[in-house]
């Protein structure tokens, strides 16, 4: 029989049914395509429109303001936001100050219903967000409800996560007590999502931190700050009280530099580049007057991801493993494939293959449900491509190598692959996060994990092979947080991939793992002796 709960304004509810993975949406089928085509044509309706700070549930304007473009249509303006200074910065944390007093102490039952009513809400608008996604950061289709699915997911899971943890108990009742262990939320916490999964990153790390108790002053990037906007948006409509999250979008480093440096700020969760990340957590590692606490980094960062071919795989199963892995969403993964270490035995037919596969792949417009669609802004455009030539004196480009013009001006680069690339070339050792693709040629299965391990990051990897011996020696010495067997390496599903990276790529914080809400809390021991 269904556990009841009973929490003052909410309606009583039988206890959540076990975590189940959100479906993914079958595009191929004629009505859901013409429901996509709909939504799609609804929100370029919507497009251009401006978005308004929220600081304690009032509703501001700045001067200066943030431009979120299409990067398929660079003229085509997606959302106007506002640009917070530094000088909100005291406004901003004393709101969620004010508000932390309550939300503190609401019970962790009324705060996993507001993320049950959020996923909910946002099941029944999938394909709308998942047409922001599209038009905000050029996801193809099927990536973009990958994105929104992986949000439900989040809110689903962490809600129940929240509730499995206001239950925990001691190991043990020691004779003569009554023991507890109850986990408290921090306080005050910035959270600075990327634009790579702006929907499913951010909701997770703010959904994360406010089901736990805390309050959240969230500021989005710069690149994808429309559906973050949304996103808050909902959350007040399901029930989001004043002050718990803070919609501040900021332009340059003024903002978040205040942010992790403010006294009151008590954690940060950060998804981004290595070097703002590090950044952040020197910075923050330092008190400043008043701050009377250590204040917690949860960094997830870049990675210089790795798929080792063996020699007796199934090598059109690697071949797609490497190319879905590599070009999904053109590479703008920080779990993507961009280094393909092959066996010497089958190094030439692999490549004859993966040049066949790669040249298949039709880029367009994200609109149009293309594979492969632009990377995000002007300045990614132009990193990748100065990449790409670096990569022609590193090796041989079997397909792609340059820009593709379009009419509408859009970021688009072929998807680039580059073989007879050494191990110590710059393509190889340095994240380009984008459609390019190192292949390496190993002598051996010691030489191809030694090949793998030797990088500063240690984020994800995978292995194509038949024999037994060296997928138990992945599993002990590929040194990676998510490593997958036979399988691409990217599309951590919440629940199943707990995600997040050794070394250079964060702090192995595991988003969608059931200790992650730890990151979150601090726990407190409670002994009381009993009464004879």
């Known amino acids: 029989m269904a556990t009841v709960i009973s929490v003052p304004g909410i309606a009583a509810r039988s206890l959540p049914t076990p975590f189940i993975n959100e479906p993914f949406v079958d595009f191929t089928a004629a009505e859901n395509k013409r429901a996509m085509q709909a939504a799609l044509a609804e929100v370029e309706n919507q497009l251009g429109r401006e978005y308004d700070l929220v600081i304690g549930g009032s509703r501001q304007r700045t001067e200066r303001k943030i431009l979120s473009t299409n990067p398929a249509r660079p003229a085509q303006i997606v959302g106007v936001h506002q640009q917070a200074e530094a000088d909100r910065v005291q406004q901003v944390v004393d709101a969620a100050q004010t508000a932390f007093s309550s939300w503190s102490r609401t019970p962790a039952a009324q705060r996993a219903e507001l993320l049950f009513r959020a996923a909910a809400l946002i099941r029944e608008?999938?394909?709308?967000?998942?047409?922001?996604?599209?038009?905000?950061?050029?996801?193809?289709?099927?990536?973009?409800?990958?994105?929104?699915g992986e949000t439900i997911d989040f809110l689903e899971f962490y809600g129940r996560e929240a509730l499995r943890l206001d239950r925990a108990t001691t190991p043990i009742q020691f004779p003569g007590e009554r023991n507890q262990l109850r986990y408290l939320p921090l306080g005050v916490g910035a959270v600075i999502p990327p634009w790579n999964f702006p929907f499913a990153i951010m909701a997770g790390?703010?959904?994360?931190?406010?089901?736990?108790?805390?309050?959240?002053?969230l500021k989005p990037s710069e690149d994808a700050p429309t559906i973050a906007a949304r996103f808050v948006s909902l959350l007040e409509e399901a029930g989001l009280p004043d002050g718990v999250v803070n919609f501040?979008?900021?332009?340059?480093?003024?903002?978040?530099?205040?942010?992790?440096?403010?006294?009151?700020?008590?954690?940060?969760?950060?998804?981004?580049?290595?070097?703002?990340?590090?950044?952040?957590?020197?910075?923050?590692?330092?008190?400043?007057?008043?701050?009377?606490?250590?204040?917690?980094?949860?960094?997830e960062m870049g990675g210089k991801d790795a798929i080792i071919v063996d020699n007796d795989c199934d090598l059109d199963a690697a071949v797609e493993g490497v190319v879905a892995s590599a070009f999904g969403f053109n590479g703008q993964k920080c779990s993507a494939c961009s280094r393909a270490?092959?066996?010497?035995?089958?190094?030439?037919?692999?490549?004859?293959?993966?040049?066949?596969?790669?040249?298949?792949?039709?880029?367009?417009s994200p609109v149009e449900n293309f594979y492969c669609g632009p990377v995000i802004s002007e300045k990614a455009y132009r990193k990748v491509l100065d990449y790409i030539e670096i990569g022609k004196g590193e090796g041989v480009v079997l397909n792609g190598g340059s820009a593709i013009k379009?009419?509408?001006?859009?970021?688009?680069?072929?998807?680039?692959?580059?073989?007879?690339?050494?191990?110590?070339?710059?393509?190889?050792?340095?994240?380009?996060?984008?459609?390019?693709?190192?292949?390496?040629?190993?002598?051996?299965?010691?030489?191809?994990?030694?090949?793998?391990?030797?990088?500063?990051?240690?984020?994800?990897g995978a292995i194509y092979s038949n024999r037994q011996e060296n997928l138990d020696r992945a599993r002990e010495e590929f040194h990676v947080g998510n490593l997958y067997l036979n399988?691409?390496?990217?599309?951590?599903?919440?629940?199943?991939?707990?995600?997040?990276?050794?070394?250079?790529s964060g702090t192995d914080s595991k988003a969608g793992g059931s200790d992650y809400l730890l990151l979150f809390t601090q726990a407190k021991s409670i002994a009381e002796k009993v009464r004879k």
Not at 250 to 262: K, N
Request: charged share 20%; aromatic share 10%; proline share 5%.
């Open 125 to 148: 608008r999938k394909l709308s967000f998942c047409a922001w996604l599209v038009y905000e950061v050029g996801k193809n289709w099927g990536e973009a409800d990958a994105d929104v």
């Open 406 to 460: 379009t009419q509408d001006g859009g970021y688009y680069i072929a998807p680039t692959v580059i073989k007879d690339v050494a191990p110590t070339a710059r393509i190889a050792r340095e994240e380009i996060f984008g459609p390019v693709l190192a292949v390496l040629r190993s002598q051996s299965f010691d030489e191809a994990l030694s090949i793998a391990n030797d990088t500063e990051y240690g984020l994800t």
């Open 248 to 299: 501040c979008p900021g332009g340059g480093p003024e903002f978040g530099s205040a942010l992790v440096v403010h006294p009151q700020v008590r954690f940060i969760a950060f998804t981004g580049s290595k070097a703002v990340g590090l950044q952040i957590h020197e910075r923050g590692a330092q008190p400043r007057p008043g701050q009377n606490f250590i204040k917690r980094t949860i960094l």
């Open 205 to 217: 790390m703010t959904a994360a931190a406010i089901v736990c108790g805390n309050t959240v002053i």
């Open 487 to 504: 399988r691409k390496c990217t599309g951590a599903m919440v629940g199943a991939h707990p995600f997040g990276g050794f070394n250079m």
């Open 341 to 364: 270490i092959v066996d010497a035995r089958i190094y030439n037919t692999f490549c004859d293959r993966l040049q066949r596969r790669v040249a298949k792949i039709e880029t367009g």
